[in-house]
């Protein structure tokens, strides 16, 4: 039997806060409105197969893709979800250009939101796990003035929160206000967010890859040989690991962060700085991931580290157990050397 305590998350954000006598309780409110948002897309994702709305919208996104109905469903969710609680100043969307301003007839806070509605979202239609990832900054301009892109562009070290709900065999929601990870499995019979992942510690190492290797031609001759490395035998460590890619961010790093191992969507010769958002991927997930004592690197330094010069800028991340993504650092930075 399980040792969890029958804990909802909105009880969870608040034992938490106590743990900060400081604390104002803005911040609970603003996730506890974020797990909101995240159960009614969570919904009609369940939802999706039954009434239409699979399918595309006709628009592409600032990214030149294909927008399909559910991420602007997700979207807009999110955006009137979080728009009124007076704890935002500004948002930020995967799915739209610019900063998204609070509404003028709404009172403005000292948090700054950034979200991926629906990262993974060319598996809807395959029923595939989805997902949705959220960076939570305390603003930089002066309070009660509106917030700017500034407020938006700050490395992921200053992150005070982030998390992601997988939409999957069931709907997970993973949070972290910096110390601590918890995860709450969605029991759709009274729709609530209950504590079942306590405490989450990524293992130290792990035996799984996880990385699109049908890009293996173009990679950094380093990952090639870390890769190559993987698939040899040595009982030592562990090797051959196993590779496993959903192709859905959030889904390979939840297994990640439950089983150990390392997740990686590279730079390549085709594609200089990768394909994943800093700002609304993988920061978000490294905050996480270094919350659970595992290590989220940009190939040759911290992830979260980078001081972003752009909403939408994409970055290569290797991100899991510590002891893997040395590895693959070290082997991409032995391959510099010889260069
Ligand atoms: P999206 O934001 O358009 O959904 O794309 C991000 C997704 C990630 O979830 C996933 O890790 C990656 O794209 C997969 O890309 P690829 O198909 O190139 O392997
Ligand atoms: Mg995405």
């Known amino acids: 039997m399980s040792k969890t305590r029958f804990m909802t998350i909105e009880r969870h954000i608040i034992e938490e806060e106590r743990l900060h006598p400081e604390a104002t309780g803005e911040l609970s409110r603003l996730l506890s409105d974020l797990a909101i ?70 009172k403005l806070g000292k948090y700054v939101l950034l ?20 960076s939570i900054y305390k603003r930089i301009t002066p309070d009660h003035t509106p917030g700017t892109l500034d407020d938006c562009l700050q490395p992921g070290m200053k992150q005070v929160a982030s998390g992601y709900a997988v939409y999957g065999s069931s709907t997970i929601l ?55 490395y993987l698939q040899e035998e040595d009982n030592a460590t562990h090797r051959p690991y196993s590779s496993r890619y959903v192709g859905s961010m959030v889904a390979d790093i939840h297994r990640t962060l439950l089983y150990g191992g390392i997740f990686m969507y590279p730079s390549d010769s085709r594609s200089h700085h990768g394909k994943l958002r800093l700002m609304y991927e993988c920061n978000p997930m490294a905050f996480i991931v270094e919350a659970a004592g595992g290590k989220a690197s940009h190939g040759s330094g911290r992830l979260m580290e980078i001081v972003p010069s752009n909403l939408h800028q994409r970055t290569p991340i290797y991100i899991g157990s510590k002891y893997d993504v040395d590895m693959v650092e070290e082997f991409i930075a032995r391959e510099e050397k010889n260069r």
């Open 174 to 228: 993973v949070y972290t206000a910096g110390h601590g990870v918890h995860g709450f499995t969605l029991d759709p019979a009274i729709g609530e967010f209950i504590l079942s992942h306590e405490d989450i510690k990524i293992p130290e190492k792990g035996k799984i890859y996880s990385i699109n290797e049908g890009n293996y031609l173009y990679w950094h001759p380093g990952l090639k040989k870390y890769i190559k």
């Open 115 to 134: 979200f991926d509605p629906l990262d993974g979202s060319s598996n809807i239609d395959a029923n595939v796990s989805i997902g949705t990832i959220f």
């Open 37 to 106: 948002a995240i159960k009614i897309i969570s919904l009609q994702v369940n939802k999706a197969g039954l009434v239409d709305i699979l399918g595309l919208t006709g628009d592409e996104n600032v990214h030149g893709e294909h927008v399909k109905k559910l991420d602007m469903y997700a979207h807009d969710m999110l955006f009137k979800a979080m728009d009124h609680g007076g704890h935002l100043c500004v948002m930020a969307s995967e799915e739209e250009e610019d900063i998204i301003r609070i509404p003028d007839d709404f």
